[in-house]
């Protein structure tokens, strides 16, 4: 069974400075999918990135970027630039081609201090 | 604004009460789901439906009752539920099961007294 490993219970970021989030994952599977989802206190589970394995290129988007390192099986988040607004639960979730279930790790609490 | 609509937002009630939980979407998505959060916890999949047919229950137990009325919408009928059941539920969408991402909604906060 693919399993998803944030190893980083807490972090905090000064605003308007870098901040990665680490996380791993385990499958013996070609096909699937990495994603990293920001919920903050209002609780929306919002996509903020998604990463296809067969891609080679880092998936951006705006101030966040990831590392996918596919023979590690290392996927994490680097959020530039910090702002309040990034303050969240992050969760970094396993998405397998063809299966409807969607691994999810147990979160990464990140806290931007003023 | 979210693509995916639960109502109600926050929902308190008794163990003996019936209450249903509504969740819509206009995507177009064919597959729908709905999990489980506890707090601090990663959402836990409970239903998925795929074409209005549900297609996965992740042994839930029956006090909670799924139904995909059309490929809109996604209801869950809530019956005796007991106190531990209080959490947040997260209703999602995409494009077929298998297709990624799923979009979630704004969930709906439920309270067992």
């Known amino acids: 069974a693919q399993t998803v490993t944030q190893s980083q219970p807490e972090m905090s970021v000064q605003e308007a400075e870098t901040v990665t989030l680490s996380c791993t994952y385990d499958t013996s599977e070609s096909d699937y999918y990495l994603f990293w989802y920001k919920q903050p206190p209002s609780r929306q589970m919002i996509l903020v990135i998604r990463q296809e394995a067969y891609k080679q290129q880092n998936a951006t988007e705006n101030r966040f970027s990831v590392n996918f390192q596919k023979a590690a099986k290392s996927f994490s988040l680097k959020i530039s630039d910090s702002q309040l607004g990034d303050a969240a639960m992050y969760f970094c979730a396993y998405g397998q081609g063809g299966s409807e279930k969607l691994v999810f790790g147990k979160g990464t609490k990140l806290t931007v201090n003023p | ?113």
């Open chain 2, 1 to 113: 604004d979210t693509e995916v609509t639960q109502t109600p937002k926050h929902l308190v009630m008794g163990m003996t009460n019936k209450k249903s939980l509504k969740c819509e979407q206009h995507m177009g998505h064919r597959a729908m789901y709905w999990y489980k959060q506890k707090a601090k916890k990663p959402p836990e999949l409970m239903f998925v439906y795929s074409y209005e047919k549900l297609s996965i229950n992740e042994s839930v137990p029956s006090r909670f009752s799924p139904e995909c009325p059309n490929s809109s919408l996604l209801n869950l009928h809530l019956h005796a539920l007991q106190p531990e059941d209080s959490a947040l539920y997260l209703c999602a969408s995409s494009h077929r099961t298998g297709w990624w991402p799923q979009h979630f909604g704004d969930g709906t906060r439920l309270s067992i007294l």
